[in-house]
């Protein structure tokens, strides 16, 4: 099993391995949840993660499906509420 991302994004946003395992994500899911939160399209999240945008997008989905969410930003929400994504700080 891969190990999920848990660095910080630029605005703030912690992933937290603990509870994104507990939901079944996987480290580039996460990763792709990250820069979503962050209001990165899938195309500037492609170029960051170094993979292309459809790929992006699968994580995304598939990531949004262990969560029971049918959007990218309904997963977010739900990232955010069950504490996988942690905002540390507002946004500048």
Not at 24 to 32: K, P, V
Not at 75 to 90: D, H, M, N, R
């Amino acid at each position: 099993m891969q190990t999920p991302y848990t660095g910080t994004m630029t605005t703030g946003f912690k992933a937290d391995a603990e509870p994104a395992r507990a939901h079944g994500i996987t480290g580039r899911e996460l990763e792709a949840l990250c820069l979503a939160a962050e209001g990165l399209t899938s195309k500037e999240a492609g170029a960051r993660m170094r993979i292309s945008d459809k790929t992006v997008r699968v994580h995304l989905s598939t990531g949004a499906r262990k969560l029971g969410a049918r959007t990218t930003a309904a997963a977010t929400a739900l990232a955010l509420s069950y504490g996988i994504l942690v905002l540390e700080s507002a946004p500048p």
